[in-house]
């Protein structure tokens, strides 16, 4: 069962969701049920189909629901990432995960433009638990666009946990904090390459002389943003950024299950904490493997999907018997039905986007209380038409992803809406569209089989009960980094060294002009 764990009265029921709109469906309050299931006749199929597209359900009955999301917010049970109570010292702390659980945590949910409550897309995704090194057995980050490393730090999970990092594809809100996960990972304990999963080039001709083929894939990104990096790198190089020994490419490739041999895109030397390694993956094959653990048992495969531009893709992870879904950005389309089909097994956990209605976005964009009537305000309208090419182009609305749901057979033991400007006015929304196109009876409240994500929203599923749960993570706002564990006998001197082999602060700088501590400057202890 999914454990949504809300309190006793749940704020948005589906009987609220429904009130006012059940007399505009009318006898066909279950037609999206009826319809999904093919059983609906021509004409109540053409009816249903009309009151699909009429999008009465916006503005919400209480005002109030834009500035709120009370599902995460006062439903769901917290999951502590710190100890002590209030007025003691509270340290912070990453919770154990259990033998069997998979746990899926979003530190970023939402589309641009930027949003204070929901920073851009990323998913960490963990299994098992190493005792030993108090740490899951494996972990990957799906997805890291801007600001969500505030929330990996604020979360516990240290730079060395995010050594794998997979791109859907290569558009800013999906891998512009891969900056930070990089320049930093070596001053923390990630002194081991960061390995960069992505799709190969789009293979799309410039539409504009000399309209040549644009090397826009995984690999060349990663060579440009390596030396995009090189002034930081070379700065923070007097610090020790290596292990005195580290598994060879080779070892690495056959131990992970890795398409092609991992090679560093620069001159760092393999192992190296500054060393970027792609992986660049076939963006053309459905179901390719891009990643097959033989220690930890993950298995991680690729697909195609649609999206703006040839060279995007979803990831299945499958482990212990879980499996999960995430395709990222796409407009609805088949593929991601096949995979989340799973050859007839189904999936326990499947993450899809959705997008707001055009009008809805508009309104958004231009600070509006409600959408306004069409052919009231040119500007508006000019805003939705333009809103509308891009839904076109890349994205899934909310009733799209409510067909979607209706043709997976078996369905996801729950699926997650995700890159979505998420409160209570636009899940009231969007609840109304799905229960259009699936059985409201199967729907259920909000957190049954459909939730909607938000930043750090923690889901857990675990193999032996088949349990899956949604939690809200609880951190300190004003908490420190993670704790770094490294042993210091375990590595290797930097590259900007003195003649013992320490890192030497001053190798690259002239302190001609810099005052230096002393009785009449400043203190060394820094006090």
Known sequence: ?????????????????????????????????????????????????????????????????????????????????????????????????????????????????????????????????????????????????????????????????????????????????????????????????????????????????????????????????????????????????SLKEYPSPETIQYEWGLPVRPVPVSDDPWGDGFAVVPVELDWRKEGGVAYENIRTGVKITHFPVVHCRQGSIGYKLEWNGLAMIYTSDTKPEKVSVRQAKNDGKGVDVFIHEMVVPPEIWAMQAQHLPAPRPRGSDPVFDATVDRLKTVQNSSHTPQGAFGFLLSQIDPKPRLTVATHFPTSDDTVYCAMNSLAQYVDPAWLGDIGDKVTWSFDRMVISAYANTKEIEQRRGEVLDFGASPVVRLDVDDLAPPKYADENGAGDAYAQIDQDEAYQPGTDTYCDSGY
């Open 1 to 241: 069962m999914n454990t949504p764990l809300h309190a006793t009265s749940v704020t948005l029921t589906r009987r609220d969701l429904l009130k006012g709109y059940g007399a505009a469906l009318g006898g066909l309050a279950i037609g999206g049920g009826l319809l999904s299931a093919g059983r609906a006749d021509a004409a109540l199929r053409d009816r249903a189909r009309a009151l699909v597209c009429e999008g009465s359900c916006y503005p919400p009955p209480d005002e109030g629901e834009r500035q709120r999301y009370t599902y995460y917010q006062q439903q769901l049970q917290g999951l502590r990432y710190y100890e002590g109570e209030e007025g003691e010292f509270q340290q912070a702390v990453y919770p154990r995960l259990r033998d069997d659980e998979m746990r899926i945590t979003f530190m970023g949910s939402t589309i641009p433009p930027v949003r204070r409550a929901q920073q851009m897309m990323s998913i960490f995704v963990e299994v098992g638990w190493d005792e030993a090194n108090h740490r899951a057995l494996d972990s990957f980050v799906l997805d890291c666009g801007s600001g969500v490393c505030a929330n990996y730090g604020a979360m516990e999970v240290g730079f060395g946990r995010m050594d794998k990092v997979f791109i859907t594809h290569l558009h800013g809100d999906h891998m512009s904090d891969l900056t930070h996960i990089y320049c930093f990972g070596p001053s923390a304990d990630r002194v081991t390459p960061l390995y960069v999963f992505g799709p190969g080039a789009s293979g799309i001709r410039s539409p504009r002389p000399p309209r040549r083929y644009y090397d826009d894939g995984t690999r060349a990104f990663c060579r440009n943003f390596r030396e995009a990096m090189r002034w930081h790198s070379e700065s923070f190089s007097f610090q020790n950024t």
